[in-house]
T-cell receptor, first 115, second 109 residues
Framework: DTGVSQDPRHKITKRGQNVTFRCDPISEHNRLYWYRQTLGQGPEFLTYFQNEAQLEKSRLLSDRFSAERPKGSFSTLEIQRTEQGDSAMYLC?????????????FGAGSRLTVL | AQRVTQPEKLLSVFKGAPVELKCNYSYSGSPELFWYVQYSRQRLQLLLRHISRESIKGFTADLNKGETSFHLKKPFAQEEDSAMYYCVFFSGGYNKLIFGAGTRLAVHP
């Protein structure tokens, strides 16, 4: 296990297309987070899973965004009908339950460019 | 609302100079605060957390509840300290980290 993996690293798409990002967390981590980062800003929280349950969603997550973690392992983030404003770096992070739960390990991110 | 403010977008210093990256938070309770760092072409990673009260890579940060600050300090900057630094607040009630906008530290030879 080499940490949190994200795929693809880069995605260029045309406005209106759907895109999906995948995140594989550290295997023993049961908490998984998605963040979005735009240029010049810190990461902004999108959503949080504990095992397979999605426990919180940000208001930033419009109805075009959906995230899943079907078996409590990997997670996917889908953006439907992409808009140019969706262009950003999408970061995934994971953490263990209990002690250290508040220390997140981040992936390298998936950069989305919407033309 | 809980918020983290980093007033400086860029801090430029020479090698060997002291460094202080400022961070203020808005929260009425007992916060849990962190500093995360992102070196060029690397992942965002934890630098230190206030409850550990430890020095990492020569950096320290003290929580000042009176001033609601959590400034990051290092007495003698090194070129390898050049990176993006984020002050982060843990919102326990919502199980999420809230990031400041970040400060880019540039250490010149």
């Amino acid at each position: 296990d080499t940490g949190v993996s994200q795929d693809p690293r880069h995605k260029i798409t045309k406005r209106g297309q759907n895109v999906t990002f995948r995140c594989d967390p550290i295997s023993e981590h049961n908490r998984l987070y998605w963040y979005r980062q735009t240029l010049g800003q810190g990461p902004e929280f999108l959503t949080y899973f504990q095992n397979e349950a999605q426990l919180e969603k940000s208001r930033l997550l419009s109805d075009r965004f959906s995230a899943e973690r079907p078996k409590g392992s990997f997670s996917t983030l889908e953006i439907q009908r992409t808009e140019q404003g969706d262009s950003a770096m999408y970061l995934c992070a994971s953490s263990p339950y209990g002690g250290g739960a508040n220390v997140l390990t981040f992936g390298a991110g998936s950069r989305l460019t919407v033309l | 609302a809980q918020r983290v403010t980093q007033p400086e977008k860029l801090l430029s210093v020479f090698k060997g100079a002291p460094v202080e990256l400022k961070c203020n938070y808005s929260y009425s309770g007992s916060p849990e605060l962190f500093w995360y760092v992102q070196y060029s072409r690397q992942r965002l990673q934890l630098l230190l957390r206030h409850i550990s009260r430890e020095s990492i890579k020569g950096f320290t940060a003290d929580l000042n509840k009176g001033e609601t600050s959590f400034h990051l300090k290092k007495p003698f900057a090194q070129e390898e300290d050049s990176a993006m630094y984020y002050c982060v607040f843990f919102s326990g009630g919502y199980n999420k980290l809230i990031f400041g906008a970040g400060t880019r530290l540039a250490v010149h030879p």
